[in-house]
């Protein structure tokens, strides 16, 4: 009992730990979060609708350490989405004579 007891509180320690850990860096997560949206928008958005490329070929123009960047095509609104899960979504839109602008962020 006293074995199961030691693993217990030995399990909640570490829990405790790393909440505080996420706690102290979630506003810097958070942030990277935000730019890496930002930028993976814009890039997606010169790769479609400026080069002309498929939207299969843009994901490669991402750099490394974007892999949660999720890129989504909206050809109707000629538009990129870019998403990191659970933690920022940002917007680019091709405008003729401008290029790809990014949306306000929220």
Do not use: F
């Amino acid at each position: 009992m006293a074995v199961r007891r030691k693993w217990w509180i030995g399990a909640m320690l570490i829990v405790l730990i790393c909440l505080g850990l996420l706690a102290w860096n979630g506003p810097a997560i958070h942030a990277r979060a935000q730019l890496g949206a930002a930028y993976g928008a814009r890039i997606g958005c010169s790769c479609r609708y400026v080069e002309g490329r498929p939207m299969g070929n843009c994901t490669d123009d991402k750099e490394p350490g974007m892999g949660l960047v999720k890129l989504t095509d909206a050809p109707e609104q000629r538009a990129v989405r870019a998403s990191v899960p659970l933690l920022a979504t940002r917007t680019a839109r091709y405008r003729p004579g401008w290029g790809c602008l990014l949306d306000p962020a929220k």
